[in-house]
């Protein structure tokens, strides 16, 4: 997949999530209010925070399309990570604010303070809209992520599963306070709150790990040793280093070649090596070959 290509796609993705996660935010903050439901209308803050923090991704994906330069030799792929990141702070965020609201909606009603009597029949429809409307996101996200290895989309998708997770706590705490149980209402929002806080937390550490230049996975680095294995003249593949740089790779490979061989041609069978790794590794931006004698 180009470059191109792949940008196209994150923007679908991203685009869609915008507009539906606005729509969603809309509804039901709205019929949270009218329909008296607080688990609704702690999903319909969920979906305003990610509203707002999806405008941000859009932001930062437009800034890491922008090609290398002096003070960026690598490129702005890792704006992708960093628009992670603020997904994960967020997410965190509004969790909290939604937990904290539903345990003392839930004091109120055991305290005797609250005269909530369960939500209106359009909450729990608005709930289940957003259930299958949640579950087509997700499939198409995650594997738009999938494709493009973006940690941004990928939060993205991560966070549309959720949040049927969420929305589907919402509705049963709908069912059960309009059955008689007024406090399974606020007390779904506080399960709410609480998926969207794991969200949040794992968003935060895989894009923590990207941007702290973790070392790429295993199967990455056992295809590397494989392709650099199977060039003629390699005798040993002595060491391996890939790192990740936003989606882009850096490969430090040191090989071990016949001692007697000449300079020449010792750098001829490393520059094989780098063409081959640039052949069969996408996105590698960077390739180090050093060579070493092992007999002659």
């Known amino acids: 997949m180009t470059l191109e290509n792949r940008d196209r796609n994150n923007l ?4 869609l999530g915008l507009i539906a996660n606005a729509l969603l935010a809309l509804l039901k903050t709205a019929v ?3 329909g008296h439901s607080p688990a609704l209308l702690a999903d319909g803050i969920n979906s305003t925070s990610d509203t707002a ?3 941000v991704v859009r932001i930062f994906m437009r800034e890491a399309h922008k090609p290398p330069d002096s003070e960026h030799p690598y490129g702005h792929r890792q704006m992708e990570s960093i628009a992670a990141l603020v997904v994960g702070a967020f997410v965190i965020t509004t969790a909290v604010a939604i937990f904290w609201t539903a345990v003392n909606d839930v004091y109120e009603l055991f ?4 005269s909530f009597g369960g939500a209106g029949a359009v909450a729990l429809w608005v709930a289940l809209f957003t259930i299958v409307l949640k579950l087509g996101l997700t499939v198409f996200t995650r594997r738009i ?3 493009t290895g973006s940690l941004a989309v990928q939060a993205l998708a991560a966070d549309h599963r959720n949040d049927i997770f969420s929305i589907t706590a919402a509705a049963l705490g709908i069912l059960l306070g309009r059955a008689g149980y007024p406090w399974f209402d606020p007390l779904a929002a506080a399960f709410v709150a609480m998926v969207i806080l794991y969200t949040g937390i794992g968003i935060l550490r895989d894009s923590s790990a990207d941007l702290m230049d973790v070392l790429a996975g295993e199967p990455t ?3 590397v040793r494989q392709i650099v294995a199977r060039v003629p003249g390699v005798d040993k593949v002595e060491d391996v280093h890939v790192h990740r740089i936003g989606i882009y790779l850096l490969v430090e490979v040191t090989i071990g070649v016949d001692g007697s061989l000449t300079v020449a041609a010792g750098d001829e069978i490393a520059s094989q090596v780098e063409d081959q790794l640039q052949e069969n590794i996408e996105y590698l931006r960077r390739v180090s070959v050093h060579y070493h004698p092992t007999k002659g």
């Not at 679908?12 to 685009?15: E, P």
Request: proline share 0%.
């Open 32 to 34: 949270g209010i009218v």
């Open 145 to 147: 992520g999938e494709k």
């Open 53 to 55: 923090y999806l405008i």
């Open 12 to 15: 679908v993705a991203v685009n």
């Open 221 to 223: 680095f056992r295809r």
């Open 111 to 114: 305290s005797g303070t609250s």
